[in-house]
């Protein structure tokens, strides 16, 4: 691996775990919320990550994009099939969350939140493939789907790194503020 | 959504109205919905901002690695080509031959890594056969094995099939017909009566045949082949390069043409002085 490629890979490895921190806080607030609905701290943060969660899914989303085209383009990974199907769900949440950011329109969720738990489910599909290579295969000559590019710290492959954003994504769109549902 | 509200509002009371009065109410409505907004600006902002740097960053990397790429060093370095694989050019008289009839011409050199189960590779082969012959004598394809064995499971017995009927100096003959008949074995799970029906079609000794294609110095030399074009950075078939340089595959045989015509107008024309007897050159040495 060239040292450039190296650096892509360690700076999105820390972005992800960062990310896997913010999920599990994520859900810690959401569960508090529902269990404890008279926590005043809780519902602080809970507002205010209701009022920017359109933002956040933007942030997520595009640092996504970001990365799987550092890794395509700079790093000279080539993406396999699922990586495909993966970046088919993912692209669009940029792009769609973007333009609801702009316009100031809360409804994002009703796009994000199926989109991401599709590729939800591809990402965690990619994580067996790659655990079990021989059960499930999937192989191209160009690139395997199963073939790990890396795994810093010893699990944050890239389809662990999908998975951590379609997550957070995902739990972004729990938090979407009521009112916007018609 | 609340100024949707309003809006509706507006409207509703609009009939007591004035035009002017609607215009001031629908300003200081627009107000109100700004300062709502404004709290909220500061993240979103924060959030622009890093991402079009990422991006900005990102743009950077992928034009500097296009710049790298297009170096000739990177180029001319990385392509080696071992004497493997099968030559194949055809003679002014559209015979089959495997060396230039004329000593003097200048060759110009086509390298096909190719898989025998792949139907691009199919569709590329008469393009190939006929340009040989629209340039006979002048150019020369060499034939090296690329199988793609995880999603080609013909491939690799095809090219063992090939190689056994190369022994009996009739490979691009059987390849001929291997590409001809692909849709009928390539599907099959065991093709080997079909390749014996070719093998007996091109009237091939057919013990020796099916003795040679379990030659394990021809799976390895395929092998080697294969290797040689992973390292020479073949990601798919049919891939060419055109004297030692990797080519897109050309849309068609006038693009081949234009190709190969752009290679024969570079080489300094010394064709005509070698033709005295004492500096009859070596034809090897012709080839640039």
């Keep these: ?182 | 959504m609340t100024r949707m509200l309003t809006c509706n509002i507006i409207e509703d009371m609009a009939e007591g109205l004035t035009k002017k009065q609607i215009k001031e109410l629908r300003k200081l409505e627009k107000l109100q919905s700004r300062n709502l907004e404004q709290k909220n600006n500061s993240v979103k902002w924060i959030a622009i901002a890093v991402v079009s740097a990422l991006f900005l960053v990102l743009f950077v990397g992928i034009v500097l690695v296009a710049k790298n790429k297009n170096t000739p060093a990177a180029n001319t370095g990385s392509t080696q080509f071992a004497d493997t694989g099968h030559v194949r050019m055809i003679t002014s008289k559209g015979e089959e031959a495997t060396a230039s009839a004329d000593p003097s011409a200048q060759i110009v050199s086509i390298v096909e890594y190719a898989d025998l189960q792949c139907p691009a590779c199919k569709t590329y082969h008469p393009i190939v056969k006929e340009l040989l012959a629209a340039y006979p004598d002048r150019v020369k394809l060499t034939f090296k094995h690329y199988p793609l064995v995880s999603i080609h499971p013909n491939a690799m017995p095809s090219a063992l099939a090939a190689e056994a009927a190369g022994k009996q100096n009739k490979f691009f003959e059987y390849i001929d017909m291997l590409y001809e008949k692909q849709e009928v074995w390539s599907a099959l799970p065991n093709p080997q009566a079909k390749f014996e029906e070719y093998a007996k079609a091109l009237s091939l000794d057919l013990e020796r045949f099916k003795k040679d294609q379990k030659d394990p110095s021809a799976e390895k030399s395929i092998n080697d082949q294969r290797e040689e074009g992973i390292s020479n950075g073949v990601t798919g078939t049919p891939t060419f390069y055109l004297e030692g340089e990797k080519i897109e595959s050309p849309v068609g045989i006038e693009e081949f043409k234009k190709l190969i015509d752009a290679k024969l107008k570079t080489a300094t024309p010394q064709n005509s002085e070698s033709t005295s007897p004492t500096s009859a050159p070596d034809p090897l040495q012709l080839q640039p």
């Design chain 1, 1 to 182: 691996m060239s040292p450039l490629a190296n650096s892509i890979v360690e700076i999105f490895s820390t972005l992800t775990l960062f990310g896997q921190g913010v999920a599990v806080f994520l859900l810690a607030i959401l569960i508090t919320k529902k269990f404890f609905p008279k926590e005043k701290n809780c519902q602080k943060i809970a507002k205010f990550i209701s009022e920017n969660y359109t933002t956040g899914i933007f942030f997520i989303s595009a640092v996504a994009t970001a990365g799987s085209l550092s890794f395509s383009e700079v790093a000279n990974f080539t993406p396999c099939k699922l990586c495909w199907f993966q970046r088919i769900a993912m692209y669009p949440i940029g792009l769609i969350s973007f333009v609801s950011m702009i316009k100031s329109d809360d409804g994002v969720k009703k796009y994000a939140l199926p989109l991401s738990l599709i590729g939800l489910v591809i990402a965690g599909y990619h994580i067996l493939v790659q655990t079990f290579p021989k059960a499930l295969e999937c192989s191209d000559e160009v690139a395997k789907c199963s073939a790990k590019e890396f795994a810093q710290y010893g699990y944050i492959t890239i389809p662990v790194m999908a998975f951590t954003a379609f997550l957070l994504i995902a739990l972004l769109a729990f938090f979407a503020p009521k009112t916007s549902k018609k």
